[in-house]
């Protein structure tokens, strides 16, 4: 069997995109390109990002540091809503909406794991089929790896990462309601609640926790013999909002319904989200929030170092498996066993 001359032009070509890609992979040469808005930089900065490897988790540490003095000037949007209200197409019409109106686009949609597997379907950017192929749109869809309810660990960096990049609008999709609304609503400026009208009893079965973290509450698929239905459900919803107290941003939560499919609705979802800004800007709670959050996650940040210390450390996996032999074996109750781990690590792990 003969074989043909390979072609040498073809391997030359493709050994200079492989040293193309290699120079990207300089933090510097990365941050510079990914600060003049190319996508495919704005992608490689957040795999490293969300990469386990500690020499991709060192470059993605010093490309974020580089990035904070060139970001901050979006606006943080998060979107949330149980499972069928219409979330992709929701976020595919408003972002195209936001585009027309001359703003960039950067959509964080974050897709539920497989607690087995921890696979993904990953199946946003296949809903946003024309927001996708959009030039002043990027899409990332990332898989929550069950962490932080649901939300990636690394999904405030990327934002971050993404102003940088020159985007103006920031959407963080959240996988559903759920444990996930703190964590979005603790690194967005504006909480957006989408809900569904004619399923039943529409305030039923809603925590009063996520009712409290909206800045706007949007029945969807208002159209077509669901209009009466969606209405109705606004009347209820703005009636229920008037129940809660004044919020701390003094802004009066907004009730209103859209028709994704049909574009009804968009430009006055658009226009209470600059009611809100332009509101919490003048009485200074738009940066003062800001600051809270940068806070929380600080904190966030040294939880989830000291969990990752205590659980590599091996010494303290031996005791820790001989305890939860104990545990099963029925010698030792579960808060017994924590109390004795945590003696050994505050004892300079003496006991182990």
Known sequence: MSYSNPDKKKIARLVAIHKEHRKKRNPK?????LKKGDKAALSEAITLLESAKEADQKMAATIVRDCLPVSGKSIRIGITGVPGVGKSTFI????????YQGK??????????????RGSILGDKTRMVNLSVHPSAFIRPTASRGSLGGVAQRTRECIVLCEAAGYDII???TVGVG?????????TDFFLLLMLAGAGDELQGIKRGIMEMADSIVITKADGKNIKAANLARSQYKSAMHLF???ENKWSPQVETVSSTEKIGIEKVWQIINDFVKLTKSNRYFDLNRKEQQLYWMHESIKEQILQDFYSDKKLAKKLSDLTTQLNNGEITSQEAAKKILESQRNGKKNL
Do not use: C, R, W
Request: aromatic letters at 8%; charged letters at 20%; glycine letters at 2%.
């Open 245 to 247: 107290p004044l919020n």
């Open 29 to 33: 040469t990365l941050f510079t390109e």
């Open 104 to 117: 960039k686009v950067a959509v964080l949609a974050i897709d539920p794991s497989s607690e087995k597997s």
């Open 179 to 187: 444990q996930s609304e703190t964590a979005v609503h603790s690194m």
């Open 171 to 173: 959407l963080v999709e």
């Open 92 to 99: 595919e019409s408003f972002g195209l909406y936001l585009i």
